[in-house]
């Protein structure tokens, strides 16, 4: 009996409980632990570290977790042009504790990889752009390259005998230099790397003839005198290499390409989550400090609503689907 009377006041009290609970419109879940306090948030950066999309994740990373009140980690999971680690996320419990901190090759990997263990459009919610960062054009100062149409003179001289890196097939590096090839007109070779750093090295070495390197990898071994700048591959030059022409002011028109940074969420991350997520990376990214920061790197903020960079994704991809077709490019 003694037993019957425990459990029937355990009960009322819990029926207590859940009513207080209803008057200020709050519900038992969310009366728990509040997010995102509970537990590591994790970044999931699909290329090598030192890469221009790891190096913004963890300048975000840094910050961003004094803003939210929790650690967060940020774990390279490199390869396939950043399909191994996109996949990783469109899988994960959409809880609010895993990211992707991915790069605007993710637009082009639908229409270049035949099957992807994901959909771009539908395991995908966007948080927001970060930042878009300038590609630079970068060569050995020993392959006697002077500038680009130098470069482009002698690629068209020898058709199918000069190299270009990029960090991976589908990345934006190798974006950027599909466009530049489309525009010049060139028939070169495409030379996939893991990553920028191991692309940087062979760039740096000779064995391969340029690459649009994010202009945040480059720019100390620019400045060292070990890389040499020909151009930026954005529409303006950058402000951390002002005497280094674009593309386009190159001679080569229609080879301007914007390299963007973004984080996503698995698709049915809570759109609560969601919402707060993009608050507080809002909130960071306008720091001064932060943006010094990315200043200095060559980085410019590049913030939206979570439904502006889904639709800036959907309209990328439409875009991407065309280049993909013209350049004919393919997975090495």
């Given at each position: 009996?003694?037993?019957?009377?425990?459990?029937?006041?355990?009960?009322?009290?819990?029926?207590?409980?859940?009513a207080?609970?209803?008057?200020?419109?709050?519900?038992?879940a969310?009366?728990?632990v509040?997010?995102?306090k509970?537990?590591?948030?994790?970044?999931i950066v699909?290329?090598t570290?030192?890469s221009?999309?790891?190096?913004?994740?963890?300048?975000?990373?840094n910050?961003?977790?004094?803003?939210?009140?929790?650690?967060?980690?940020?774990e390279?999971k490199?390869?396939?042009?950043?399909t191994?680690?996109?996949?990783i996320?469109?899988?994960?419990?959409?809880?609010?504790?895993?990211?992707?901190?991915q790069s605007s090759g993710?637009?082009?990997?639908?229409?270049l990889?035949?099957?992807?263990?994901?959909?771009?459009?539908?395991?995908?919610?966007?948080?927001?752009?970060?930042v878009?960062?300038?590609?630079?054009m970068?060569?050995?100062?020993?392959?006697?390259?002077?500038s680009?149409?130098?470069?482009?003179?002698?690629?068209?001289?020898?058709?199918?005998?000069?190299?270009?890196?990029s960090?991976?097939?589908?990345?934006?590096?190798?974006?950027?230099?599909?466009?530049?090839k489309?525009?010049?007109?060139?028939?070169?070779?495409?030379i996939?790397?893991k990553?920028?750093?191991?692309?940087?090295?062979?760039?740096?070495?000779?064995?391969?003839?340029?690459?649009?390197?994010?202009?945040?990898?480059?720019?100390p071994?620019?400045?060292?005198?070990?890389?040499?700048?020909?151009?930026?591959g954005?529409?303006?030059?950058?402000?951390?290499?002002?005497?280094?022409?674009?593309?386009?002011?190159?001679?080569?028109?229609?080879?301007?390409?914007?390299f963007?940074?973004?984080?996503?969420?698995?698709s049915?991350?809570p759109?609560?989550?969601?919402?707060q997520?993009?608050?507080?990376i809002?909130?960071?990214?306008?720091?001064?400090?932060?943006?010094e920061q990315?200043?200095?790197?060559?980085?410019?903020p590049?913030?939206?609503?979570?439904?502006?960079f889904?639709?800036?994704?959907?309209t990328?991809?439409?875009?991407?689907?065309?280049?993909?077709?013209e350049?004919k490019?393919?997975?090495?």
């Open positions: 009996m003694r037993q019957i009377k425990i459990i029937l006041k355990t009960l009322v009290a819990s029926l207590t409980f859940i207080s609970l209803s008057l200020f419109g709050m519900s038992p969310s009366a728990e509040p997010w995102p509970a537990q590591t948030i994790r970044f699909p290329f570290p030192g221009g999309t790891d190096v913004i994740a963890r300048i975000l990373a910050k961003l977790s004094d803003t939210l009140g929790t650690s967060i980690f940020v390279n490199p390869g396939a042009g950043g191994i680690g996109a996949a996320v469109a899988k994960s419990e959409p809880n609010g504790y895993t990211f992707l901190i993710h637009v082009v990997n639908p229409f990889y035949t099957s992807l263990p994901y959909d771009t459009l539908k395991d995908f919610a966007g948080i927001t752009p970060l878009q960062l300038p590609n630079v970068v060569t050995s100062p020993n392959a006697g390259y002077t680009v149409s130098d470069l482009v003179s002698k690629t068209l001289a020898e058709p199918g005998v000069k190299n270009y890196a960090a991976g097939n589908g990345s934006a590096t190798h974006m950027n230099a599909e466009k530049f489309l525009a010049a007109k060139l028939n070169a070779n495409h996939p790397y990553g920028t750093p191991d692309a940087i090295t062979d760039t740096m070495a000779g064995r391969v003839d340029w690459f649009f390197s994010p202009i945040v990898s480059a720019l071994l620019i400045k060292d005198g070990k890389l040499q700048a020909l151009a930026v954005t529409n303006k030059r950058a402000a951390v290499l002002p005497n280094v022409p674009t593309t386009i002011e190159s001679g080569i028109p229609n080879s301007s390409y914007i963007w940074v973004g984080i996503l969420a698995p049915k991350t759109v609560k989550i969601i919402n997520m993009n608050a507080g809002l909130q960071v990214m306008k720091d001064p400090a932060i943006m990315l200043s200095k790197l060559g980085a410019e590049m913030l939206m609503s979570p439904a502006k889904d639709q800036m994704i959907k990328e991809m439409d875009a991407s689907a065309i280049l993909v077709k350049s490019m393919s997975v090495n």
